[in-house]
């Protein structure tokens, strides 16, 4: 049987069959990749947790068995709690979410016992803008916060030069990303009461 390649019955049957074919490809690849993804998800959080926690690892294998071995997970309100002794304090950490300027940021904030000083951020996922907002990824942003003091529940960031302190509760912001740097100001913020409550800190 020959088709006329001109009418629209060939136009409509040739569009869902290649539709069809390559939604059967994308369902495959999806499933073959699905293992990959999560793994890689989990590793990005497991990373993440250490990073902030100031935990060292040497490679993503080790980083899994470190975490295993050295991070104890509860849920406690809906949240995970992560904690571990480092350096002979207690330290505890938990999965943040909020806005940026584009879109979601998501993280690990941890603080130490009494939640008076953030002993380390990291970020899971963010969608700023390359270069200016997406530079909160960058080692130099992040380990400012590094045992950070937390003054009046926050951690400020500075729109101009802030002097080399661990006891203000400021650290800079990124130039020219103004708006993302005080997300990560609001973000910290709305974590550390919860981080509080969680831990029964008052």
């Known amino acids: 049987m020959k088709f006329d390649r001109e009418s629209k019955v060939y136009t409509v049957v040739f569009t869902f069959i290649t539709s069809f074919i390559f939604l059967v490809v994308l369902s495959g690849l999806n499933v073959l990749t699905a293992q990959q993804v999560k793994r890689n998800q989990e590793l990005f959080t497991i990373r993440a947790v250490l990073n902030a926690m100031g935990i060292q690892y040497a490679s993503d294998e080790d980083a899994i068995n470190t975490f295993n071995s050295k991070v104890k997970v509860e849920t406690k309100d809906s949240y995970k709690v992560f904690s571990s002794e480092v350096n002979g304090d207690m330290i505890y950490a938990i999965l943040f979410s909020g806005s940026g300027l584009w ?5 690990v904030l941890a603080v130490n016992s009494d939640v008076s000083k953030v002993v380390g951020i990291d970020f899971i996922s963010q969608s700023e803008t390359p270069g200016l907002g997406g530079r909160i990824e960058e080692n130099w942003f992040k380990e400012q916060f590094r045992n950070e003091s937390i003054v009046d529940g926050k951690v400020g960031v500075s729109t101009t030069k802030v002097p080399d302190s661990k006891d203000d ?7 020219g990303a103004t708006l993302t740097s005080k997300s990560i100001e609001k973000i910290i913020a709305t974590y550390i009461p919860i981080l509080k409550s969680l831990l029964g800190v008052n």
């Not at 879109?103 to 993280?107: A, D, F, R, V, Y």
């Not at 509760?169 to 130039?175: P, R, S």
């Open 169 to 175: 509760g400021q650290v800079d912001a990124i130039t």
């Open 103 to 107: 879109g979601n940021i998501s993280g």
